[in-house]
């Protein structure tokens, strides 16, 4: 290492960064490749992220592998232009559905004969949240920020007045990616849903089904107070017509045209949850809910 003639430093930690980006060293773009890959499509072509050694699964595409880790270089590192590539692909735009060759050759996908459907992540989960009802903030860079948090969960601090910041409604609707993360003190809703742990490194994420999520989306006043937000955004775009307000929430939730059935549905509990005494205003909130 020859160090640089400003003397300010001893140049060790450029002369790292070049040895790991440098082309005569493959591996870096490859688990790079290999990280894109598993975050579009659920499971890398290497299953063991974290492992390209003998301790690892062996690559089910090491040709492709080899291909996609070549582009991230002639792409100058550019992530934008390889999600691009990715995204555009053939493979990342097959069916979910599979035929019965695909089924008897590859059952459990692990060739990618067909597109795996896969559940949002924590983040995904609430960013669709605050998408649908219009109040996301959508604003790129600065501070964490830091939603409401429940009593119940605050009261577990060490210092309950001071462990978590104040921010304004429309900084605490920003995505989730500037959710400040404290090991000690989670929000309930990115917990729920299998966040990444916070305490180790965390290369896949485990999905797991327990009848907690369906009641905190439920039950958490977070979720309660987006549902009224989403009832609003309705009437204000559908006036006081139910059956538009409802179409207009299923096309935001499902981004297709309403199906009768699902309108008829709506309809259905809107009616009987106002034959129970609600008005109409707290009977569309919990419509929104459901």
């Known amino acids: ?7 300010d430093s001893t140049g060790r930690r450029l002369a790292l960064a070049k040895w790991i980006v440098d082309p005569g060293n493959p591996r870096t773009s490859r688990v790079l490749a290999n990280r894109l890959w598993q975050h579009h499509f659920g499971r890398g072509i290497v299953a063991t992220p974290d492992e390209f050694g003998k301790l690892g699964l062996p690559p089910t595409h090491p040709e492709l592998l080899d291909w996609l880790a070549a582009a991230v270089v002639e792409r100058d590192w550019r992530l934008k232009d390889m999600h691009r590539l990715i995204m555009t692909s053939a493979t990342y735009r097959m069916d ?28 995904e989960v609430r960013d669709s949240i605050l998408m649908v009802n219009g109040s996301i903030n959508t604003a790129i860079g600065g501070e964490p920020v830091y939603p409401p948090l429940p009593e119940e969960v605050l009261a577990t601090a060490s210092r309950p007045g001071a462990a978590w910041g104040n921010s304004s409604p429309e900084e605490a609707a920003r995505r989730s990616l500037y959710v400040h993360v404290k090991r000690s003190l989670k929000m309930p809703l990115l917990e729920m849903f299998d966040m990444a742990d916070t305490d180790t490194a965390c290369p896949v994420r485990f999905n797991t089904t327990v009848p907690t999520q369906a009641l905190t989306m439920l039950n958490s006043d977070l979720l309660n ?61 919990y419509v929104c809910l459901g």
């Open 1 to 7: 290492i020859v160090p640089p003639s400003h003397g």
């Open 96 to 123: 979910s559905r599979a035929s019965d060759d695909a089924r008897r050759v590859d059952p459990i996908n692990e060739l990618f004969s067909r597109f795996d459907m896969r559940r949002l992540t924590a983040e």
């Open 225 to 285: 107070n987006q549902a009224m937000v989403l009832a609003e955004r309705l009437q204000a775009e559908s006036g006081d017509d139910p059956e538009a307000m409802i179409r207009r929430g299923l096309e935001l939730a499902t981004q297709r045209p309403a199906h009768p059935d699902d309108v008829a549905s709506c309809l259905a509990m809107l009616s009987d949850l106002e034959s129970g005494g609600l008005s109409r205003e707290n009977a569309m909130r």
